[in-house]
Structure formats: structure tokens, C-alpha cells
């Protein structure tokens, strides 16, 4: 399985981005996806994930959506009102286990990851 994250870029302060991942190969429809981001110094911290149902880490309700077209094989992040907080790398992960989780152990494959820099 794998999964090619994109979209990240360089924008200022109240911008929006959407972040898309391509999965190939498994069975996407079966995967949770999720999108986990890391800042510089920082561990890995989850933002959303959807599978039957969908969650998000507080700082991103509101702002951040995420989802998922499956006859693309692709899962979304549509990032809106973006902070200079919000500044990271943003990995996509796809996780064998129904159940949707908010931790990195929780999810089998993982994306390259794609860098979101935001300016004040």
C-alpha cells in the first residue's frame, strides 16, 4: 500500500489549502485515513481522521475538513482560516482497524508527508 500526500505550499495567515492523499493498492474503502501533522521539535499530532465516523483534534474543528473519494482512491484535508500555528509537516496515514483512532500506532501505512507553512 501506498500513499502520496500533496498540496502543501507556502501561504499566509488566513489562506486556505487542501491537502489531498492518493492511495493505491489494499482496499481503500476498508481504511480509516487520517492526517496527522508534525512541527519542528514537535511529535506527531493527530488532526482528523474518517472511517465510519469522523474526528478532529479541537484546534481544527471549525476549520478543517476532512474527506474522502472513493472512487479516487483519495482522502482530503481542506484546511480554511489557517494559522501560522497550523505550521507543519501533514502526513496521511490509512489504518487497517475500523475503529477510528487519534493515534500514530493506530494506522499501517503512511505518506511522505507534505509541508504546510503559514505566515503571519
Known amino acids: 500500500v501506498q500513499l502520496q500526500a500533496s498540496g502543501g505550499g507556502l501561504v499566509q495567515a488566513g489562506d486556505s489549502l487542501r491537502l489531498s492523499c492518493a492511495v493505491s493498492?489494499?482496499?481503500?474503502?476498508?481504511?480509516?485515513m487520517g492526517w496527522f501533522r508534525q512541527a519542528p521539535g514537535k511529535e506527531r499530532e493527530f488532526v482528523a481522521a474518517t472511517g465510519v465516523t469522523t474526528s478532529y483534534v479541537d484546534p481544527a474543528k471549525g476549520r478543517f475538513t476532512i474527506s474522502r473519494d472513493e472512487a479516487k482512491n483519495t482522502v482530503y484535508l481542506q484546511m480554511n482560516s489557517l494559522k501560522p500555528e497550523d505550521t507543519a509537516v501533514y502526513y496521511c496515514?490509512?489504518?487497517?482497524?475500523?475503529?477510528?483512532?487519534?493515534?500514530?500506532?493506530?494506522?499501517?501505512?503512511w505518506g511522505q508527508g507534505t509541508q504546510v507553512t503559514v505566515s503571519s
Open positions: 493498492g489494499g482496499t481503500f474503502s476498508s481504511y480509516v
Open positions: 496515514a490509512a489504518g487497517r482497524n475500523p475503529v477510528v483512532g487519534s493515534r500514530p500506532s493506530s494506522y499501517n501505512y
